[in-house]
Structures are given as structure tokens and as C-alpha cells.
Nanobody, 118 residues
Framework: VQLQASGGGLVQPGGSLRLSCAAS????????MGWYRQAPGKQRGLVAS???????NYADSVKGRFTISRDNAKNMVYLQMNSLKPEDTAVYYC?????????????WGQGTQVTVSS
């Protein structure tokens, strides 16, 4: 799966951004779509995920502030980020996982920079 992420930028603390991820195939064929982030000097970690069955999962640090959503007709996944904090500054990556029995395909987009600063 090819993934194209966009929507990052510079925003003040308390502001909002919406990230978008365009997938090259139908989201119905993808088991899990997710957003991850990596700050300088830190490991990449899960921000939010959405399954084809409609379940969502969020990192504790973003619960209540971020929302992941899908537009299946457009093969798009979004991450709405509200009440942004400086600690949300990171490169955000779109991810897709497709499971095939005991193995899975794991694909990544190119990343989009989010900077939260006054």
C-alpha cells in the first residue's frame, strides 16, 4: 500500500491541525490504519489506530484531544488534532497493516512535520 500523508505545519499551543493520509487501495482491504509519531531522540510510537471493523485506539497522551477517522469512499484517513501541546511536536507517519494469517504487510507514508510552538 502506498500512503501519502499531508497537513502538518506550525501551530500555536492550544491550536488545531488535521492530518490526511491517502491510501492507494481500498480501506476495506486494509485491516488497520494508524498514525504514529516520532520526536527527536525518541522512538516512533502509536498515536491512534482504526480497524476496518470500526474500532479505534488512542495513546493515553492524546485521548480526548485527537480523533482518527476514515472516509472509505475516498480511501482517506484523517487525524484531527485539537488542543495541541508543545510535546505533540513530532514527525507524524501514516501506517497501514494487512494481515495474512500469521504474517502481515506493514506500510508507511513519508511523514509530515507537526510543530507546536508559540
Amino acid at each position: 500500500v502506498q500512503l501519502q500523508a499531508s497537513g502538518g505545519g506550525l501551530v500555536q499551543p492550544g491550536g488545531s491541525l488535521r492530518l490526511s493520509c491517502a491510501a492507494s487501495r481500498s480501506l476495506f482491504s486494509i485491516n488497520v490504519m494508524g498514525w504514529y509519531r516520532q520526536a527527536p531522540g525518541k522512538q516512533r510510537g502509536l498515536v491512534a489506530s482504526s480497524t476496518s471493523g470500526g474500532s479505534t485506539n488512542y495513546a493515553d497522551s492524546v485521548k480526548g484531544r485527537f480523533t482518527i477517522s476514515r472516509d472509505n469512499a475516498k480511501n482517506m484517513v484523517y487525524l484531527q488534532m485539537n488542543s495541541l501541546k508543545p510535546e505533540d511536536t513530532a514527525v507524524y507517519y501514516c501506517n497501514s497493516k494487512r494481515f495474512f494469517g500469521s504474517r502481515y504487510d506493514d506500510d508507511w507514508g513519508q511523514g509530515t512535520q507537526v510543530t507546536v510552538s508559540s
